[in-house]
């Protein structure tokens, strides 16, 4: 077998960028958990700025504790915190699903295990709900 | 069959909207089209009775008409088929959209220029044909008759389509090779499959899949691209740990 030229790629291919991400029409289950991992990584992101802009309240000065302390207590905030747990849920088990997979475990029941991840993180989020808002 | 041949005016009509593009031209323009097809019509014999008796311009390309060639594939109702065969009754009532592959420059019409994928076939050592029909080892005839075994892949490139990384990255090798990469780097046929596993282990290579599996959903012949660039980075990795644990062992 001859040495393989790192040469041999071309680049014609034309470029349709993250809008190839988003092509909902005619795709399958492992499609919806490629783009969920992608849109709650951002959002993740997102919420990381968020939170720095709070802790950074805290800068001025010790009277700014009671300020930050009714925001986190805030229900509209408390909403917030629970769509970063469910964010983290569906990310952090689908991400698990893809290093399993990404390494030849379980390859096959790859749908399955999307839709488990899905359900486990449900299950959870409500949970975590219940007790954030005092029920249980 | 000929263009004359195809059965025409047997059942209902049906709206065909076809993604029109000349060579060159920076945007398609769509143009509608009815056809009244039998029953049992496929997509492929719509869109040659639209070419040989409403607009002889509409380019397409076809050749075995039953799913062998791998030369019609195109997309439809947003789904990567082979034109050839995909029932119209498959399709739903409504108008059917069709356009080119994506990923891949329009050269006119439905056709698009596949030379980037056959490309990256190549360093992969296009593992199409088998050289002998005995198992590695194995010696004497084989049972049966000798016929020339042909591997899976057809090369109509609707996995590249379909997958999400290649219209994002130009540079990535896509399902197709990884797939024959795969194939070599399993039947060797008592080659060194080392060199095509450095060429897939790359940033471009298969560590470039976000495992989207959707080059496996929409291949027509059950090559599961996915599943093979799964089996490569496994590979990889495997070998990785060994070359580790060796030098671990060596170390004095």
């Known amino acids: 077998m001859s040495a393989i030229s790192r040469t041999g790629r071309s680049a014609r291919r034309p470029l349709r960028g993250a809008a190839g991400w988003a092509r909902v029409r005619g795709r399958h289950l492992g499609s919806a958990a490629f783009l969920t991992n992608r849109v709650t990584g951002l959002l993740l992101i997102g919420y990381l700025y968020l939170h720095l802009g709070v802790l950074i309240m805290l800068t001025e000065g010790a009277g700014s504790w009671g300020h930050v302390l009714a925001l986190f207590k805030n229900h509209w905030f408390l909403g917030l915190e629970s769509l970063l747990i469910l964010f983290i849920l569906v990310h952090g088990l689908n991400g698990l699903r893809l290093a399993l997979v990404g390494t030849g475990v379980g390859v096959r029941h790859q749908r399955a295990w999307f839709t488990a991840a899905i359900w486990v993180s449900a299950a959870l989020y409500v949970v975590v709900v219940l007790a954030m808002f005092g029920v249980i | ?252």
């Not at chain 2, 004359?4 to 993604?19: L, N, W």
């Not at chain 2, 509608?32 to 997509?43: H, K, M, R, W």
């Not at chain 2, 791998?70 to 108008?95: F, I, K």
């Open chain 2, 1 to 252: 069959m000929t263009e004359t041949e195809i059965p025409r005016g047997a059942g209902q009509v049906r709206r065909f909207r076809i993604s029109r593009q000349g060579h060159g031209a920076a945007r398609p323009r769509v143009e509608e089209f009815e056809v009244a097809v039998g029953p049992d019509a496929s997509l492929l014999e719509a869109l040659r009775e639209i070419r040989s008796h409403q607009d002889r311009s509409l380019t397409l390309r076809y050749s075995c008409c039953h799913g062998s060639c791998g030369t019609c594939g195109m997309r439809v109702n947003g789904h990567e088929v082979l034109a050839c065969v995909t029932p119209l009754a498959s399709l739903g009532a409504g108008p059917v959209v069709v356009g080119p592959l994506a990923n891949a420059r329009v050269e006119h019409d439905l056709v698009v220029d596949m030379r980037d994928l056959y490309d990256h076939l190549e360093p992969a050592q296009r593992p199409l044909v088998r050289q002998d029909e005995r198992l590695a080892g194995q010696e004497g005839n084989p049972p049966g008759p000798a016929f020339a075994r042909y591997e899976d892949c057809i090369e109509c490139g609707l996995c590249v389509s379909a997958c999400p990384i290649a219209g994002s990255d130009p540079l990535y090798l896509g399902p197709a090779a990884l797939a024959a990469a795969w194939r070599t780097v399993q039947e060797p046929r008592g080659a060194d499959p080392s060199s095509v596993l450095a060429w897939v282990d790359d940033e471009q290579g298969c560590w470039r899949c976000h495992a989207s599996f959707e080059c496996t959903e929409v291949c027509p012949s059950g090559v599961d691209p996915a599943g093979a660039t799964m089996a490569l980075r496994r590979e990889l990795t495997r070998r990785k740990l060994g070359q580790i644990t060796r030098r671990g062992r060596h170390r004095p």
